[in-house]
T-cell receptor, first 115, second 114 residues
Framework: DAGVIQSPRHEVTEMGQEVTLRCKPI?????LFWYRQTMMRGLELLIY????????DSGMPEDRFSAKMPNASFSTLKIQPSEPRDSAVYFC?????????????FGPGTRLTVL | AQSVTQLGSHVSVSEGALVLLRCNYS??????LFWYVQYPNQGLQLLLK??????LVKGINGFEAEFKKSETSFHLTKPSAHMSDAAEYFC????????????FGKGTRLSVIA
């Protein structure tokens, strides 16, 4: 299995620009999570999906952030407009419901720098 | 609500020495506990997990952790450190298993000195 795939791996953009991060979960997994990692706040959940439906988006910082999962094999996280404080590493993770004894598999992350 | 406290943002050990990374959690329900490792510029890899049953959990790369409910702890240990163990380690908790969001500690950076 190829694991969780994220693109791009690195993104440098200017303040005010739109940024789209992409994630392909492991085939067959029915849960998908977006996390953000910063020095100040550590790793924190942004949003997660079950069977392509958003379950909890309370971690999304503000209206500038949006996430979609149009099908079981693809999700996007969009920031519009981007701000320097959005600079972070964004991780996507996926998991499969197996009665609770399971784990989340993480992608390599997208390092976002907003100038 | 769940929370995790990792004592020590940076731990340094000599090669061959015992590794001990501390994790204390807070949970209103019986927790599921995880240790993840992150190598530079990579994603997180699961080291081990506690769900139910045996409180001493063995993971990959010679690591193990013991769930102590009375102390609300889940410390990570390895008898003998190797240079390749240098990385960032994260303890995480979730109330309902890996299909619910993980709450992470701040992480502990492990350095191994030759």
């Amino acid at each position: 299995d190829a694991g969780v795939i994220q693109s791009p791996r690195h993104e440098v953009t200017e303040m005010g620009q739109e940024v789209t991060l992409r994630c392909k979960p492991i085939s067959g997994h029915d849960y998908l999570f977006w996390y953000r990692q910063t020095m100040m706040r550590g790793l924190e959940l942004l949003i997660y999906f079950n069977n392509n439906v958003p379950i909890d988006d309370s971690g999304m910082p503000e209206d500038r952030f949006s996430a979609k999962m149009p099908n079981a094999s693809f999700s996007t996280l969009k920031i519009q407009p981007s701000e320097p404080r959005d600079s972070a590493v964004y991780f996507c993770a996926s998991s499969l419901w197996e009665g609770g004894d399971n784990e989340q598999f993480f992608g390599p992350g997208t390092r976002l720098t907003v100038l | 609500a769940q929370s995790v406290t990792q004592l020590g943002s940076h731990v340094s050990v000599s090669e061959g020495a015992l590794v001990l990374l501390r994790c204390n959690y807070s949970s209103s329900v019986p927790p599921y506990l995880f240790w993840y490792v992150q190598y530079p510029n990579q994603g997180l890899q699961l080291l081990l997990k506690y769900t139910t049953g045996a409180t001493l959990v063995k993971g990959i790369n010679g690591f193990e952790a013991e769930f102590k409910k009375s102390e609300t702890s889940f410390h990570l240990t390895k008898p003998s450190a190797h240079m390749s163990d240098a990385a960032e380690y994260f303890c995480a908790v979730t109330p309902w298993g890996g299909n619910t969001p993980l709450v992470f500690g701040k992480g502990t950076r492990l350095s191994v000195i030759a």
